[in-house]
């Protein structure tokens, strides 16, 4: 196909799918430390995480070894329903804002789910019915990865407890709703059902919940019942590797119409659909085949890569967790409730952090909500899609970049990742377009705050 006679969708065919996950571990130049026990400070053992997580999710977490994991074949069926996902060259915005860059998006929100998250969700499920389990326990922030997960133990049959942050679940009763609708049983978290629930609401009996609260939740209810094991749907190794589909798609659409994207452009909360994205173009960039231009994006209000730490930290704020080297704002923080429900996590994946910290990802950018919104509004009624708050953070420096080519004359290809909906979110866009969406950007010593809980560990 000619360059210059590029359609509006670049589809692939159903043959085109991935048939092996990539595991970027296998060619980063310097591995992320590992992840450490919390009481003795040692590289955590294949045997200490099975308690956990599912053998070989296990296997595939600590893998550093192989470029690539094949897709089991029930997997591959599953992503036929909804893969590959278009990858969409957004001509409308293009003459909208009146640049000479190309703008491409993939866009992963064509799902019920309505995220990225369905790509690992059934992944994990699949893993743990051929283990022989009962059933899975996870938490869910804005209920993106609930869904997803819903979806796929009501595919294979698997039971579900799922730990919904209890702000998110009075804020969107139809999540709840999805998820039931699927199987899933939901309690909003914290809960009285579980010990460190009931100490949290003793400290706190109105606690609106946190991501951190949740997961404290769902690990201990996974590792105190027979059959059942614990999932996460972002910052995990495993999980950034089952969205590498995202990325290999994408790098062969651009084959199709031989083209390559200058930028690359992801919002990251845990890191999975950025690092998916990302996957096959950065193959090429460790491999010093190419060079793209990586930007991480993430909201004002929970700046974990542009203002936190690079060091060891929980993952959890009851401070159970193994210990992950990572961008971090401390376990105790606490993000404002901004709208990107997705993004409130105080943490980044350590694959993601290590290469921000290597410089292999180019740029992080922050960005407020109010303006995060403007160009979600401006985007869907140019585009014809309503983004995801989430999403709409690449939009935003999507659209800043375009018009940085107008004014240069530069016609760079820039791709971004469209990980979801906003379906679920309307009603965040129904107060910015009130009128009454604020930004909260946290002040210096709301962070130190956090920091202090960051424990000491080399
Ligand atoms: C969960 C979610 C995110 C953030 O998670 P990552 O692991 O960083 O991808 C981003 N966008 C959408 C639509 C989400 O549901």
């Not at 599953?78 to 278009?86: I, L, V, W």
């Not at 993952?315 to 401390?330: E, F, H, I, Q, V």
Request: aromatic share 10%.
């Amino acid at each position: 196909m000619a360059n210059g006679n590029i359609p509006y969708k670049i589809y692939l065919s159903e043959e085109e799918i991935p048939r092996a996950w990539y595991n970027i571990r296998a060619d980063m130049k310097t591995d992320h430390r590992p992840i450490l026990h919390p009481g003795t400070l040692q590289p955590m053992t294949a045997e200490e995480l099975e308690p956990v997580f599912c053998t070989e999710l296990v296997k595939q977490e600590l893998n550093d070894k192989d470029r690539y994991i094949e897709i089991p074949k029930p997997i591959r069926d599953f992503y036929k329903m909804y893969r590959p996902s278009p990858l969409v060259r957004a001509y409308c915005l293009e003459r909208a804002l009146d640049t000479p860059a190309k703008i491409y998006y993939k866009y992963e929100g064509g799902n019920t789910s309505g995220s990225h998250k369905l790509n690992s969700a059934i992944a994990q499920a699949y893993y743990a019915k051929e283990q022989g389990l009962k059933g899975v326990t996870t938490e869910t922030g804005a209920g993106q990865w609930g869904t997803a997960l819903s979806m796929a133990c009501g595919y294979f049959g698997l039971d579900l407890k799922v730990f919904m942050v209890k702000i998110s679940a009075q804020q969107k009763p139809y999540r709840k709703t999805v998820m039931e609708t699927f199987g899933a049983k939901v309690t909003p978290s914290p809960s009285d059902t579980t010990n460190i629930g009931r100490k949290m609401l003793e400290e706190d009996p109105n606690s609106g919940g946190s991501l951190g609260s949740a997961i404290s939740e769902a690990v201990e209810v996974a590792v105190t019942s027979d059959g059942y094991k614990y999932v996460l749907g972002s910052v995990l190794n495993m999980v950034l590797l089952h969205q590498s589909v995202i990325g290999q798609e994408s790098k062969a659409a651009f084959e199709k119409i031989d083209d390559y994207p200058d930028l690359i452009i992801g919002c990251a909360g845990g890191g999975s659909n950025l690092s998916g994205l990302m996957s096959a173009f950065m193959a090429d960039k460790l491999a010093g085949k190419t060079a793209p231009y990586f930007i991480a994006v993430e909201p004002a209000s929970c700046p974990s890569m542009t203002r936190g730490k690079f060091a060891y930290d929980f993952c959890d704020t009851g401070m159970t967790t193994p210990l992950a080297k990572m961008y971090t704002l401390g376990a105790t923080f606490r993000p404002s409730s901004n709208h990107a429900g997705g993004l409130r996590f105080h943490g980044m994946a350590p694959i993601l952090s290590q290469l921000y910290h290597d410089g292999f990802i180019d740029e992080v950018r922050a960005i407020e909500q109010t303006e995060v919104f403007k160009a979600a509004t401006l985007f869907a009624r140019h585009e014809g899609t309503l983004p995801a708050p989430e999403a709409a953070h690449a939009i935003k420096v999507a659209i800043d970049e375009a018009l940085k080519c107008k004014q240069t004359g530069e016609k760079k290809t820039i791709l971004f990742g469209l990980s979801g909906t906003g379906y679920f979110d309307l009603g965040a866009y129904m107060q910015y377009n009130e009128g009454t969406m604020t930004d909260q950007i946290p002040t210096d010593e709301d962070l130190r705050r956090g920091f202090e809980a960051i424990p000491k560990v080399e």
